[in-house]
């Protein structure tokens, strides 16, 4: 098991992970971040019309491994 940090990117703001979490291997906690960021997303579809939102993977060492975005554009056509 590896300790994996996740520090969120939301629009303009920045939360830095301090505490990490354990996980196998990096696939998995770029899965886990996925999975946080559509649950994330999707309580903030009413909100805005547009939306950008991603998590930096950190190893234990504090070193930046992966990154997982998503950007939500929500339009109307009529």
Known sequence: MQRFFFDL????VSVADLNGVLMPELDKAELEAA???AQMMADRLSRASHHQMAV???DSARIPVAK????LTRERMS
Request: charged share 30%; aromatic share 0%; net charge negative.
């Open 9 to 12: 990117m939301e629009d303009d």
């Open 35 to 37: 999975g946080a960021i």
């Open 56 to 58: 930096v993977i950190r």
């Open 68 to 71: 997982v975005s998503l950007t």
